[in-house]
């Protein structure tokens, strides 16, 4: 599968975004997808997975309640809502897949295979 990353931009502290992930594949719905990010000089980190069934996610706990991630399996697409941003929130955002039959929420950088090539964020205070 092949995925692209979209909806990065510039925005206010406080603002909102919304990233997309869109995926190539036949079997787009049988794969359990997630949103990570790489802050410059700091090491990749989860942010938010969705099973693929869309019945199980899970978010890092720097985004709970103010993240929330979707996905349209008949579009093939995963997406991340982003309110309240913060500037610690800037950071180079990727999606990633994984064909998964268990169906639950991926939080390991590890269990992906695939990955997309990142959207930027960035966040002004």
């Known amino acids: 599968v092949q995925l692209q990353a979209s909806g990065g931009g510039l925005v206010q502290a406080g603002g909102s975004l919304r990233l997309s992930c869109a995926a190539s594949?036949?079997?787009?719905?049988?794969?359990?997808m997630g949103w990570f990010r790489q802050a410059p000089g700091k090491e990749r980190q989860f942010v938010a997975a969705i099973s693929w069934s869309g019945g199980s996610r899970d978010y890092a706990h720097s985004v709970k309640g103010r993240f929330a991630i979707f996905r349209d399996n008949a579009k093939k697409m995963v997406y991340l809502h982003m309110n309240s941003l913060k500037p610690e929130d800037t950071a180079v955002y990727y999606c990633?897949?994984?064909?998964?039959?268990?169906?639950?929420?991926?939080?390991?950088?590890?269990?992906?295979?695939?990955w997309g090539q990142g959207t930027l964020v960035t966040v002004s205070s």
């Open positions: 594949g036949r079997t787009f719905s049988s794969y359990a």
């Open positions: 990633a897949a994984v064909d998964s039959t268990s169906d639950y929420a991926r939080v390991s950088g590890y269990e992906y295979d695939y």
